[in-house]
């Protein structure tokens, strides 16, 4: 049976791991500007990728930045949205969000975290997605794949929330490392890690997870 690792041996082991097997990983939402990015963010709150990304282009095609979102209205910001999860709510924020850009910060995306949140629609999460994605801050956005991945392997312990588990994460993670890993949490919980039955036998990382050398299977 393996050596327990200690919680600083885990991190390092699994940055490790991922640094040789997924040295890059990115968002999976398509953008161009921090504009998109946060209106594809918004959009993307329990609702697929892979569905956000068939509604922008339409989207930004109609609303190309802040501006031109910020003198519609909610029907046709509705009709444009329609396909994702709560788009009633999503109409709204998104909305909210283009007029306060236009009004406060002249069209432009600020990256400050706690700027950011005052945002209708944009939360903590939401608000580290856009800081390390669009402007590559140190910052450790946690989503549902996030929260439950690192429980699973022994990065956090008993995390009772998001901002927990941020700041389990960010303890350890180094400052350098906290864009990208956000992302690799993100993808393995995704595609191996996932809800119902992880994938742990094509898991590269079980040697190292407590979930799995607990005999969770």
Known sequence: MPRKLTKPERFKSV???????????????????PYELIVAVILSAQCTDKRVNIITPPFFNRF?????LSVSNEEEVFGLIRSCSYP?????HLLGMARMLTAEFKGVVPSDIETLQKLPG??????NVIASVAFNLPAMA????V???SARIGLTYRAKNPRETERQLVQYIPENKLAIAHHWLILHGRYVCIARKPKCAECGLKEMCRYYLAGNL
């Open 122 to 127: 944009v939360g903590r999460k939401t608000a």
């Open 142 to 145: 946690v989503d549902t794949h």
């Open 64 to 68: 190309p930045d802040a501006d031109s």
């Open 15 to 33: 940055i490790s791991w991922f640094d040789q097997n997924m040295p890059v990983a990115e968002t999976e939402l398509d953008y161009k500007t």
């Open 88 to 92: 009633n709510n999503k109409a709204r």
């Open 147 to 149: 929260h439950r991945v």
